[in-house]
């Protein structure tokens, strides 16, 4: 409920207006104006809860209620406080049939207060007040008020869209579909048929108000009920087919959202003006100001099936064969921009990692200075072991653990009772091309490991010419006999 409050001061002197505001004489009325409004932010009795605050504002609205009547603030500075004593006179005829409806208007200079509308008091709209100050409200209507401007505000409007994260990676943009009240074409936004006029409101005179009681020196009034406090009603009948008197219609639209590169999951993005238009049909002052809402866009980004991610870092995970981790190589990674090769150090544990600056995802909010920056692409490798052995690999396994001195690695294939069998013994030596001839893969494999097939040849031009010797010896010792 749209409250005015009514204050007055304590019967007697006047204090001095510009001293209490702080303002010269030479002051102008925006100057006066802009006093006041930090004067009553500052004291507002339900803002500051000082002893002193309740008087200090009761005493900047006294002085801004005296110098920003031009009549008043003359005949101040031309008599001074005297000319606002408390035996100012009183007419009997304010709340008659022609006054102004106010029993106190008489009081033209107590205080400070009185004036044509003023009653026993400034009459101040404290909500509009603070929306000032705050940078508006949604909507505020004072009467008579010199710093009243009234302003409407349309709602904001919040979607979500799904991104890829490659998209939030690169940049999109994506096509938002909305429903915003637009401002309805047909009445222009007055809410009312053509030729139709809003009238003025007759439980409240237009005013928009009522006065409840009078109590203490207040006055307080509360909205009126038959107009809404606006003031005024629209004839039976006269509002807008189209519309209903709001002035507004919802209106399907698409609005074309520009998402960067770098966005996270769970960020807002938000487009100006692309909100809803305010009902203009309810609205007070035909030729108030008017701002629509904004759009607020909610991301969310979907995960990736590779990459994960830390702030503007990108985190992959490569798993390596144990052969490669143990003789080092070179391994495909992917990025954001397509795959590169990297080169993977002998040793390589699992654990250990590796950056590529600057091929992480674009940092947001950079200086121009330095825009254009990325965040880094960090691998960590996991060495990858086989669940399963071939023979083969077991056998070359084990001689590597026999290789390495490794006492501790099981030992399935018996590779030693080989060596045994191997060995020479007290009868007579087989040819050794006969026992190397049928032996298998991994036995040959074994053998050249352990330099058995050194000594043997394979050249049937080197055999014929030892068998040729072998045979001229015999000869040679018969002849000399």
């Known amino acids: 409920m749209l409250q005015h409050f009514h204050a007055s001061t304590p019967l007697g002197a006047t204090k001095?207006?510009?001293?209490?505001?702080?303002?010269?004489?030479?002051?102008?009325?925006?100057?006066?104006?802009?006093?006041?409004?930090?004067?009553?932010?500052?004291?507002?009795?339900?803002t500051n809860k000082e002893p002193s605050a309740k008087a200090r504002f009761a005493d900047a609205q006294s002085a801004y209620e005296l110098l920003s009547d031009p009549q008043k603030k003359a005949t101040y500075d031309t008599y001074g406080s005297a000319a606002f004593d408390q035996n100012a006179g009183f007419d009997p005829n304010a709340g008659q049939p022609g006054g102004d409806g106010n029993p106190?208007?008489?009081?033209?200079?107590?205080?400070?207060?009185g004036g044509g509308s003023g009653g026993f008091g400034a009459e101040v709209n404290f909500e509009e007040l603070f929306g000032a100050f705050g940078g508006g409200g949604r909507r505020g209507r004072g009467r008579n008020q010199p710093f009243q401007e009234e302003m409407l505000v349309g709602e904001n409007i919040e979607v979500q869209t799904n991104i890829s994260f490659m998209d939030a990676a690169?940049?999109?943009?994506?096509?938002?579909?909305?429903?915003?009240?637009?401002?309805?074409?047909?009445?222009?936004?007055?809410?009312?048929?053509k030729g139709v006029k809003k009238e003025k409101c007759?439980?409240?005179?237009?005013?928009?108000?009522?006065?409840?009681?009078?109590?203490?020196?207040?006055?307080?009034?509360?909205?009126?009920l038959a107009c809404g406090g606006q003031g005024q009603t629209i004839p039976r009948g006269g509002n807008c087919n189209t519309c209903y008197g709001e002035g507004v219609v919802r209106e399907r639209k698409t609005v074309n959202v520009d998402i960067p590169g770098g966005v996270e999951d769970g960020m807002r993005l938000r487009v100006t003006g692309e909100g809803d238009t305010p009902p203009t049909g309810s609205a007070i002052n035909p030729n108030a100001q008017i701002s629509r809402g904004d759009l607020y866009v909610f991301i969310r980004v979907a995960p990736d099936s590779k990459f994960s991610r830390s702030g503007s870092d990108i985190l992959y995970t490569s798993t390596i064969p144990f052969t490669t981790?143990?003789?080092?190589g070179e391994v495909t990674v992917p990025t954001l921009e397509g795959e590169v090769k990297v080169k993977i150090s002998t040793g390589t544990s699992t654990g250990d990692k590796i950056t590529l600056g600057g091929m992480g995802m674009k940092k947001l909010n950079t200086s121009s200075r330095r825009g254009g920056q990325n965040g880094d692409l960090k691998v960590e490798f996991k060495v990858g072991m086989p669940k399963h052995l071939s023979i083969n690999q077991r056998t070359i396994l084990e001689m590597l653990a026999d290789e390495m001195n490794d006492?501790?690695?099981?030992?399935?294939?018996?590779?030693?009772?080989?060596?045994a069998d191997e060995t020479p013994s007290s009868s007579p030596k087989p040819d050794p091309k006969e026992a190397h001839k049928n032996e298998g893969f991994l036995k040959s494999a074994w053998h050249k490991l352990t330099h058995q097939h050194d000594n043997l040849t394979e050249d049937p031009k080197v055999e014929e010419k030892k068998d040729a010797s072998e045979k001229e010896e015999p000869k040679r010792a018969s002849g000399s006999g």
């Open 16 to 46: 001095d207006p510009y001293s209490v505001l702080g303002v010269g004489k030479s002051a102008s009325t925006s100057e006066i104006k802009k006093a006041y409004y930090a004067l009553a932010k500052k004291y507002h009795p339900d």
């Open 104 to 113: 106190f208007s008489g009081f033209a200079g107590f205080g400070g207060f």
């Open 170 to 193: 690169q940049g999109v943009n994506k096509d938002i579909t909305v429903t915003p009240q637009v401002t309805c074409r047909t009445c222009t936004g007055s809410g009312l048929k």
């Open 202 to 224: 007759k439980p409240c005179g237009g005013q928009g108000t009522r006065v409840q009681f009078v109590q203490q020196g207040f006055q307080v009034s509360s909205t009126c």
């Open 325 to 328: 981790a143990a003789l080092g």
């Open 407 to 419: 006492d501790s690695a099981k030992r399935v294939m018996n590779i030693k009772s080989m060596k």
